[in-house]
């Protein structure tokens, strides 16, 4: 399936792939919020209308809270029923030929509801977060994972004490909780067996790359 070959992705007949793709916002606030899980439709007739523009990719946002069922989100919306929301989309994307993209949008450390975008990951919960959707998802490489979404740690500086945090999490400037770090969350998928192609935006919003390369996660 789609995997990483030298700077490129290629599919599984060794095509180089580019991704070109769409947001599909809902299920990283809807939940959280108490009135469903997507925003609009999900069914194949909007999937079949975001293929037609061209689109080989979907990014589907998500709520940590929602998928671990924790913190008093509704089991309506959450647990179990916001999971198999997801694998129940993500099916149908992968079936018209597009590529799923789960990244985690919104969490938050101990018993604080996951309602915004916070600067970094949590120590609490990203990791079992992440544990939990590479073990759902790690027989399907046409599911891709987006560690997190903007990250914005010391006080969204482009710092070198900002790409620690955003390597290594901790104790950092301008995150007022433990934070995960993208080593961690990464080796915690890969620890599941999952092989899935890994995606890990930058510091100051995934805008700022000047540190990448030397904070580079060992995968």
């Known amino acids: 399936g789609l995997h990483v070959s030298g700077n490129k992705l290629v599919d599984g007949s060794g095509q180089n792939v580019v991704l070109h793709g769409v947001n599909r916002s809902g299920p990283e606030y809807a939940c959280i919020q108490n009135w469903g899980i997507f925003d609009g439709p999900s069914d194949l007739a909007s999937v079949q209308a975001i293929a037609s523009w061209h689109a080989n990719a979907v990014r589907i946002p998500l709520n940590e809270?929602?998928?671990?069922?924790?913190?008093?989100?509704?089991?309506?919306?959450?647990?179990?029923?916001?999971?198999?929301?997801?694998?129940?989309?993500?099916?149908?994307?992968?079936?018209?030929?597009?590529?799923?993209?789960?990244?985690?949008?919104?969490?938050?450390?101990g018993t604080t509801t996951a309602t915004q975008q916070t600067p970094m990951p949590d120590q609490d919960h990203s990791p079992a977060f992440w544990a939990s959707v590479a073990t759902t998802f790690k027989s399907n490489p046409s599911a891709l994972f987006d560690l997190f979404n903007e990250p914005y740690p010391d006080n969204n500086?482009?710092?070198?004490?900002?790409?620690?945090?955003?390597?290594?999490?901790?104790?950092?400037?301008?995150?007022?909780?433990?934070?995960?770090?993208?080593?961690?969350?990464?080796?915690?998928?890969?620890?599941?067996?999952?092989?899935?192609?890994?995606?890990?935006?930058?510091?100051?919003?995934?805008?700022?790359?000047?540190?990448?390369?030397?904070?580079?996660?060992v995968d």
């Open 65 to 109: 809270d929602c998928w671990l069922g924790i913190n008093g989100v509704n089991a309506a919306y959450g647990g179990a029923n916001y999971i198999n929301a997801i694998v129940s989309y993500v099916n149908l994307l992968n079936s018209q030929g597009l590529y799923a993209i789960l990244d985690l949008h919104w969490g938050a450390p």
């Open 157 to 217: 500086a482009d710092t070198s004490a900002g790409w620690t945090c955003w390597l290594n999490g901790g104790t950092c400037s301008g995150v007022s909780y433990q934070a995960a770090g993208m080593q961690q969350l990464l080796t915690t998928i890969r620890n599941t067996g999952a092989n899935n192609v890994i995606m890990a935006g930058g510091i100051q919003y995934a805008n700022a790359l000047s540190g990448w390369l030397a904070h580079e996660p």
